[in-house]
């Protein structure tokens, strides 16, 4: 009976510590992992991970990581990031979008077996969804399996036709399988729905040079290197074909011109390199590879890697 009355009448009284442990513990929280949201809003990843490492110690929160997530990915930190998405899909098994993080990061890793395992499982729940086929393009693209990636590329498009990643997929696969013509109408419909996009250039100059048109190779490879200056890749390609057309000192000039813009352009010492050998300048080639080989351990260390898809609400 006193045990009836004590609970009527202590509505009002003071909590319990534990009670005031877990209040505590849930300010602190939503302390860190808002200050971690908005930390990684301006750019300041390190801040935002270590705000949501210590939210996590506090609570094993479905939010809170897929941010961490994304944090890590924004570093191009993909161990640590898979560390995460393992933690994730485990405290909800059944969150799609998790799973297909998961299966991304497998692929940036190369670990394409376990990427495919992934979205083997995603297919099983949700076989309509654009960016599972999308996915695994890509990675039977990695595995070189042309034809195989192909399928599913198309399946992407057929599902969500203005998917500009999956024609320009298909364009480098289409490619692969020298079914020029085909990569040529990708190239075209991608020049549509992005007429700024520098890849599409580069991979329509890549179509020309392979049918062996030249001049239009370079038309196209110029495009890229008007729209961008900084473009490495237009300037290796226009450099290759400088040189098949023995145009030598031509691509020797270009390349200066580069490497008196940007010194740390690892490819065009390279190229530099072979270029003059080619004239009978060893010393000239020989400082230009030491060059390149000096810059090559810091661009290890900083690999310009893409980073995994995010984990976003709706994404599947």
């Given at each position: 009976?006193g045990?009836?009355?004590?609970?009527?009448?202590?509505?009002?009284?003071?909590e319990?510590p534990?009670?005031?442990?877990?209040?505590?513990?849930?300010?602190?929280?939503?302390?860190?992992?808002?200050?971690?949201i908005?930390?990684?809003?301006?750019?300041?990843a390190?801040?935002?991970?270590?705000?949501f490492?210590?939210?996590l110690?506090?609570?094993?929160?479905?939010?809170?990581l897929a941010?961490l997530i994304?944090?890590?990915?924004s570093?191009?930190e993909?161990e640590e990031?898979?560390?995460?998405?393992?933690?994730?899909v485990?405290?909800?098994?059944?969150?799609l979008?998790?799973?297909?993080?998961?299966?991304?990061?497998?692929?940036?890793l190369?670990?394409e077996?376990?990427a495919?395992?992934?979205?083997?499982?995603?297919?099983?729940t949700?076989?309509s969804?654009p960016?599972?086929?999308l996915?695994l393009?890509r990675?039977?693209?990695?595995?070189?399996?042309?034809?195989?990636?192909e399928?599913?590329?198309?399946?992407?498009?057929t599902?969500?036709g203005?998917?500009?990643d999956a024609?320009?997929?298909?364009?480098?696969?289409?490619l692969?399988?020298n079914k020029?013509?085909e990569?040529?109408?990708?190239i075209?419909v991608?020049?549509?729905?992005?007429?700024?996009?520098?890849a599409?250039?580069?991979?329509?100059?890549r179509i020309?040079?392979?049918?062996g048109?030249?001049e239009a190779?370079?038309?196209?490879?110029n495009?890229?290197f008007?729209?961008?200056p900084?473009?490495?890749?237009?300037?290796?390609l226009?450099?290759?074909?400088?040189?098949?057309n023995?145009q030598l000192?031509?691509?020797l000039t270009?390349?200066?011109?580069?490497?008196?813009?940007?010194?740390?352009?690892?490819?065009?010492?390279?190229e530099?390199?072979?270029?003059?050998?080619?004239?009978?300048?060893?010393?000239?080639?020989?400082?230009?590879?030491q060059?390149?080989?000096?810059?090559?351990p810091e661009?290890?260390d900083?690999?310009k890697?893409?980073?995994?898809a995010?984990?976003?609400?709706?994404?599947?």
């Amino acid at each position: 009976m006193g045990n009836f009355f004590k609970s009527l009448f202590s509505s009002g009284g003071a909590e319990s510590p534990e009670e005031e442990q877990q209040k505590t513990d849930q300010k602190n929280f939503d302390i860190l992992k808002y200050d971690g949201i908005r930390a990684l809003r301006i750019n300041q990843a390190p801040y935002a991970i270590k705000c949501f490492i210590e939210a996590l110690k506090l609570k094993e929160d479905s939010e809170v990581l897929a941010q961490l997530i994304n944090a890590y990915a924004s570093r191009h930190e993909a161990e640590e990031a898979l560390e995460i998405a393992q933690r994730l899909v485990a405290l909800e098994p059944e969150n799609l979008a998790a799973l297909l993080t998961r299966a991304s990061i497998y692929h940036q890793l190369e670990r394409e077996d376990e990427a495919l395992a992934d979205c083997m499982s995603l297919l099983e729940t949700d076989a309509s969804n654009p960016a599972i086929h999308l996915l695994l393009g890509r990675i039977k693209k990695a595995l070189k399996d042309w034809p195989g990636a192909e399928t599913d590329l198309t399946q992407a498009i057929t599902l969500k036709g203005d998917l500009a990643d999956a024609y320009l997929l298909r364009a480098e696969v289409l490619l692969e399988q020298n079914k020029l013509e085909e990569a040529r109408q990708d190239i075209d419909v991608l020049i549509e729905l992005a007429p700024e996009e520098e890849a599409t250039y580069l991979l329509s100059g890549r179509i020309y040079e392979k049918a062996g048109d030249m001049e239009a190779a370079t038309t196209e490879y110029n495009k890229v290197f008007e729209m961008n200056p900084f473009n490495e890749e237009a300037v290796i390609l226009i450099t290759h074909l400088l040189v098949n057309n023995g145009q030598l000192d031509e691509a020797l000039t270009l390349l200066d011109e580069e490497l008196e813009i940007n010194s740390d352009f690892i490819a065009a010492y390279t190229e530099r390199a072979k270029i003059k050998r080619l004239k009978g300048d060893i010393e000239g080639a020989v400082e230009d590879e030491q060059q390149a080989a000096e810059l090559q351990p810091e661009a290890e260390d900083n690999p310009k890697v893409a980073p995994p898809a995010e984990v976003v609400p709706g994404l599947l």
